[in-house]
């Protein structure tokens, strides 16, 4: 069992930049594939980026491409994804997600293992 807790969501202005942290417990979190995901109000979950259990691949959605990076720490069980050039679109709850598949460039609802609880990103024009 993987325990995923985000952290680092909240306010910020169109332009401006925020780090949401996922930490993960137990020892097999260099097991998963890592990815974020977003679900605004009243619409589904999207898929946002994923990482491999190395680090050495980085997917993302055409969306955010450019703008937000996808990384992790082994040795601190942790995933990051630091947004920058932030919109309104953007708002949403953010989802920090496992996964076990291999060599995908995206990351499914359907396939992750493990959810964390959600940080709220809130964007102001």
């Known amino acids: 069992q993987v325990q995923l807790v985000e952290s680092g969501g909240g306010l910020v202005q169109a332009g401006g930049s925020l780090r949401l942290s996922c930490a993960a417990s137990?020892?097999?979190?260099?097991?998963?594939?890592m990815g974020w995901f977003r679900q605004a109000p009243g619409k589904e979950r999207d898929f946002v980026a994923v990482i491999s259990r190395s680090g050495g691949r980085t997917y993302y959605a055409d969306s955010v491409k450019g703008r937000f990076t996808i990384s992790r720490d082994n040795a601190k069980n942790t995933v990051y994804l630091q947004m920058n050039v932030l919109k309104p679109e953007d708002t949403a709850v953010y989802y920090c997600a496992a996964d076990g598949r291999r060599g995908e460039d995206t990351m499914t609802s359907k396939a992750v293992y493990y959810w964390g609880q959600g940080t709220q990103v809130t964007v102001s024009s």
């Open positions: 137990g020892r097999t979190f260099s097991s998963y594939r």
